[in-house]
């Protein structure tokens, strides 16, 4: 035995056999998370020339019968919420002073950019680049949104497009809308879930200083930012009573947010159509894509997920995100926007849209003659 070795230890070549079967491991281990994908998550994973993949993914949207393990804490935490919420929704109407109800929608605006253009379309989805004082400001809005830290948040969420609608989905819609809304926060997460999870690249995310900070100092940054100061606020500023701070600045906003970030995953994959693909059930819903901020247009995020529009379009009036977004590309704050070419989505529309698609039409160069010729056309001016 050599002299500086000890007994019991592991020789280099045993070591060398030992990486290269962990490597082996490693490769296997990839390779299963591949085969088990249902969707996209960024540009790089896309097997078709319009964005798609290649294998039938419909027999793998499913979800096994299984008891759920309920977590009584979430249940009583958000039962009381909701309560509150109505509480606080009687109130500003019959007793709230306009500033804690003008407070409140501030608050509701904030920290649903938080999580839109923040949690989901600059860090889960890399849509964008950011430089530091736009993302200390996400990151504040985000935290004031107290849906998880942000970190947390797009680790779920990549999972969430990479096992779209199978059980390794933490709200797989599958599972019915009250599931897909709020019931996945009241039970114990499918072990798939955890599995897929510790699978997904976030690297990136673990490079970001900021990103990095709020997550070690959420449980003193979150209370401070979504109930202590909003409570506050009105309490010190204009008098509020603290029943109505509290009930509509807090609650009421929280409650609602909270809720209409749940609609993406339960409304916006259940109700509206599918122009871009018709075999997966996230929907373009428009009532989504205004409580949101634009993250209603579904059909599109989940088939063009880089996209930092999450849209085709850029109406700034129904997808406020991407107003916002774009501003601070005018100033240099935000940069690298990634988009899909018109070409690439015509194909998509083409190939796997359900029809309902109107912006290519009658007398486009690719129309079908048969189609002309077969169309009937009344009122017709005469020549």
């Given at each position: 035995m050599p002299p500086n070795a000890h007994a019991g230890a592991q020789s280099i070549t045993d070591s060398l056999i030992a990486a290269a079967n962990a490597a082996a491991d490693s490769e296997q281990n990839l390779t299963k998370l591949q085969q088990d994908s249902t969707g996209v998550l960024f540009e790089c994973d896309v097997e078709t020339t319009d964005g798609g993949l290649v294998k039938d993914i419909l027999p793998m949207k499913k979800a096994d019968k299984r008891k759920m393990k309920l977590v009584w804490r979430n249940i009583i935490a958000f039962g009381y919420l909701h309560l509150a919420a109505l509480y606080g929704a009687y109130l500003m109407i019959t007793s709230a002073k306009w500033e804690t109800i003008g407070l409140a929608y501030i608050l509701y605006a904030v920290s649903g950019l938080g999580i839109t253009a923040g949690a989901h379309r600059l860090w889960a989805h890399r849509s964008y680049k950011a430089k530091w004082p736009l993302r200390l400001i996400l990151a504040t809005f985000n935290t004031i949104a107290f849906q998880d830290a942000a970190y947390h948040w797009a680790r779920d969420h990549r999972v969430h497009h990479k096992y779209s609608e199978t059980d390794a989905d933490p709200h797989?819609?599958?599972?019915?809308?009250?599931?897909?809304?709020?019931?996945?926060?009241?039970?114990?997460?499918?072990?798939?879930?955890?599995?897929?999870?510790?699978?997904?690249?976030?690297?990136?995310?673990?490079?970001?200083?900021?990103?990095?900070?709020?997550?070690?100092?959420?449980?003193?940054?979150?209370?401070?930012?979504?109930?202590?100061?909003?409570?506050?606020?009105?309490?010190?500023?204009?008098?509020?009573?603290?029943?109505?701070?509290?009930?509509?600045?807090?609650?009421?906003?929280?409650?609602?947010?909270?809720?209409?970030?749940?609609?993406?995953?339960?409304?916006?994959?259940?109700?509206?159509?599918?122009?871009?693909?018709?075999?997966?059930?996230?929907?373009?819903n428009i009532s989504v894509a205004v409580l949101a901020f634009g993250e209603g247009w579904h059909n599109y995020h989940h088939v063009f997920p880089w996209d930092y529009k999450t849209a085709e379009f850029g109406k700034y009036s129904l997808n406020f995100t991407t107003a916002f977004i774009d501003f601070f590309a005018k100033i240099g704050w935000a940069y690298d926007l990634k988009t899909v070419s018109p070409e690439i989505i015509k194909k998509r529309v083409k190939r796997t849209g359900d029809g309902t698609h109107a912006t290519w039409g009658w007398g486009d160069t690719d129309q079908p003659k048969e189609e002309i010729d077969d169309a009937l056309i009344i009122h017709k001016k005469s020549e």
């Open positions: 797989n819609a599958t599972r019915g809308f009250f599931f897909s809304h709020i019931g996945w926060l009241l039970c114990k997460k499918h072990p798939e879930v955890k599995a897929k999870g510790k699978g997904v690249d976030l690297s990136d995310l673990r490079k970001d200083s900021i990103l990095m900070f709020q997550k070690k100092y959420y449980m003193i940054l979150m209370p401070l930012a979504c109930f202590i100061l909003p409570t506050m606020i009105p309490m010190y500023f204009w008098n509020e009573t603290f029943v109505n701070a509290w009930f509509v600045a807090t609650m009421f906003r929280w409650c609602f947010i909270l809720n209409v970030t749940w609609l993406v995953n339960s409304a916006a994959h259940k109700f509206g159509g599918r122009p871009y693909d018709k075999e997966i059930s996230p929907s373009q």
